[in-house]
């Protein structure tokens, strides 16, 4: 058994995570959540369609014949400027997300392989007839068959 990782989150230091979380989300009140039927309706601008897309305003900005007005125009580019700010944030809190999702799945699998050990060297005792040991394998053992199956455990795609 090898310990990877031994550090402390107190409740001041996840409270202060958690106050910092609620902060982004304050300075982005713009934030919405599309339905499965609303993402599969979008025609999604990615990095592959974004030159097309800046081609396409800059071109606009100098041809009045395909120019879809200054109010049209303002708003994409508005838009244009927010998708790369929120493109950049995006690849940042991924980044976040994934080293919390490791560390949290290393952890847990430090912390369910030392509990699978404690359940171990009970069955030891039980066999070697120590009092009590009967009452805590039959408990540990009732939890331990109820553990699903382990299923890859993958970061939440957005």
């Known amino acids: 058994m090898e310990n990877r990782i031994n550090v402390s989150l107190t409740q001041d230091d ?18 919405i959540k599309l339905s499965d039927a609303d993402r599969k309706a979008l025609q999604m601008m990615d ?35 927010l998708f790369q700010g929120l493109a950049t944030i995006e690849n940042e809190l991924l980044q976040l ?20 050990f ?14 009590g040991m009967t009452t805590i394998v039959e408990e540990l053992g009732k939890l331990y068959r109820q553990t699903p199956a382990a299923q890859p455990d993958t970061p939440p795609v957005p």
């Open 14 to 31: 996840l409270g202060q995570i958690l106050a910092g979380i609620s902060a982004l989300r304050s300075l982005m009140p713009f934030l």
């Open 97 to 116: 997300v994934e080293g919390v999702h490791d560390t949290r799945q290393l952890v847990g699998a430090e912390t369910f392989e030392i509990a699978r």
């Open 47 to 81: 990095d592959g369609r974004k030159p097309f897309t800046e081609k396409a305003y800059d071109l606009a900005s100098r041809n009045d014949v395909i120019n879809p007005g200054r109010e049209l125009s303002d708003a994409g580019l508005a838009d244009l400027t």
């Open 118 to 131: 404690i359940y171990m060297k009970a069955k030891m005792a039980e066999r070697m007839r120590v009092p």
